[in-house]
């Protein structure tokens, strides 16, 4: 059987999950009776089946409506100050949130600087608890095309970027050949920000390339379209550039039809670094620690093998060096 309290003991890093994908059914519930708004069922059931999709473009509509309920700096201290609580409590050290930036900022009409400080004050409000460490990845949502998304990352450039690991980059990818993102990339970068970004979650394995070519990323999120071009393999082995795995949001989307078709394992035999996440946890009906459950059983894993996941999270987070050592 898993070895669930062990695994709960390994030090490990979450740098794959985010902030708005942890709204659970009850929280959202929460959010609309607090903003006066319709919610899309009555009740937790209600909300939990509303958090089962057809596929990714089902998802990510629900998920907007989800950007849509959290309004004011305390709805993003509350949730994300209850995330990373739910993250100490499964023997989490380190997490790195993905925050929606472009989605609110662009598509919502936010501003971000409101946002960002909820944030901070509920990451802060945990760790001074907890000691739990933490940083955030504001990411960008494509379809809405690189010229507004550039202009929502310079307003998140212009305010606080202590607590900024990395950009980021979600979304569907059908802009990816059109529009070219790689400019704000650049920008980040010269403020001296990293960055990573989902690729070949439901697309191939050029995405990734383009994510390491074009945007710079040290980290993939997803990737499990890589064995179907081994170049892009020796790519990501070469340079130790490692997928942020979600084995239970692969499935709950179908970008795999069952765990027996799942890469993971050939991912690791093949010496790509893995680490897993849980992306949306409530919206896929996971835990990360039954991201390593499902790691444990689709891969025929042994307690070695979860050590070796728990001991890549934290060597490739986005961390100091001095708070590495720390944990490992
Ligand atoms: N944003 C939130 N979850 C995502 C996912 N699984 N893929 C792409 N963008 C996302
Ligand atoms: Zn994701």
Redo the contacts with the bound molecule.
């Keep these: 059987p898993f070895p669930l309290e062990e695994v709960r003991a390994l030090p490990k890093a979450e740098l794959h999950v ?1 902030l ?2 942890t709204v659970d059914p009850a929280t959202l519930l929460d959010l609309a009776a607090r903003h006066g708004a319709e919610p899309p069922a009555d009740t937790v059931e209600g909300v939990q089946d509303w958090y089962r999709f057809d596929g ?1 473009p089902m ?2 509509e629900r ?1 907007f409506a989800v950007l849509e309920l959290l309004r004011d700096p305390e709805d993003f201290a509350t949730i994300a100050e209850r995330y990373l609580d739910t993250a100490h409590a499964q023997g989490v050290v380190h997490v790195e949130l ?1 925050v ?1 930036a472009t989605g609110h900022i662009a598509e919502g009409g936010k501003a971000w600087a409101p946002i960002h400080d909820g944030i901070v004050e509920g990451c802060q409000r945990a760790a001074d608890r907890t000691g739990i460490s933490w940083g955030l990845i504001p990411d960008m949502s494509p379809h809405l095309g690189a010229a507004v998304c550039a202009d929502a990352m310079e307003e998140v450039f212009a305010h606080d970027l202590t607590h900024l690991l990395a950009v980021g980059m ?3 990818t059908d802009t990816w050949r059109t529009d070219d993102f790689s400019p704000i990339f650049r920008r980040a970068e010269s403020l001296g920000i990293p960055a990573v970004s ?1 690729a070949a ?1 439901h697309g191939s394995a050029w995405e990734i390339r383009h994510a390491v070519e074009q945007f710079g990323a040290r980290r993939i ?2 990737g499990i379209g890589v064995m179907a071009d081994p170049d892009v393999v020796a790519l990501l082995v070469e340079r130790g550039i490692p997928c942020d795995v ?1 084995p239970g ?1 692969n499935l709950a ?1 179908h970008a795999v039809d069952s765990p027996e078709a799942h890469p993971l394992r050939r991912m690791l035999d093949a010496g790509i670094a893995v680490t897993l996440g849980s ?2 946890p409530p919206l896929f009906q996971t835990t990360l620690l039954e991201e390593y459950q499902r790691a444990w059983e689709w891969c025929d894993l042994d307690m070695d093998g979860m050590a070796a996941l728990a001991r890549s999270s934290i060597e490739h987070s986005l961390a100091s060096d001095a708070d590495k050592s720390t944990w490992l």
Excluded: K
């Design positions: 985010h708005e994908g990714f998802f990510l998920y993905h929606s979600g979304g569907p989902h979650e999120q997803h979600a949001s989307l992306d949306d």
